[in-house]
Nanobody, 122 residues
Framework: QVQLVESGGRLVQAGGSLNLSCAVS????????TGWFRQAPGKEREFVAG????????YYGDSVKGRFTISRDNAKNTVYLVMNNLKPEDTAVYYC???????????????WGQGTQVTVSS
């Protein structure tokens, strides 16, 4: 089992920045990649960014490339998502998840956090 706990979501104005954190724990969690997804009301869950624990390889969804940065702190077992130049369309519940390295499909992620709400006002 892998446990993930997100934090950092809040209301922010368009053009602003926000940092999300995902604390990861459990057995063999580092054998999985950690990804960030988001889901807005009425929309499908969307891949945002992912990172592998060992090599720190990163990969991003097209809608956030150049604005969001994912990183990890191995000593703290925490994955971060730095979000810059936020837009109202970034409003969603953001989830972190553990799953197959390199995958952008929610179906290939086995463990999920509870999510944290990010709201971007115009």
């Amino acid at each position: 089992q892998v446990q993930l706990v997100e934090s950092g979501g809040r209301l922010v104005q368009a053009g602003g920045s926000l940092n999300l954190s995902c604390a990861v724990s459990g057995r063999a969690f580092s054998t999985y990649a950690t990804g960030w997804f988001r889901q807005a009301p009425g929309k499908e869950r969307e891949f945002v960014a992912g990172i592998t624990w060992s090599a720190g390889v990163t990969y991003y969804g097209d809608s956030v490339k150049g604005r969001f940065t994912i990183s990890r702190d191995n000593a703290k077992n925490t994955v971060y998502l730095v979000m810059n130049n936020l837009k109202p369309e970034d409003t969603a519940v953001y989830y972190c998840a553990a799953g197959a390295a390199g995958s952008r499909s929610p179906g290939e992620y086995l463990y999920w956090g509870q999510g944290t709400q990010v709201t971007v006002s115009s």
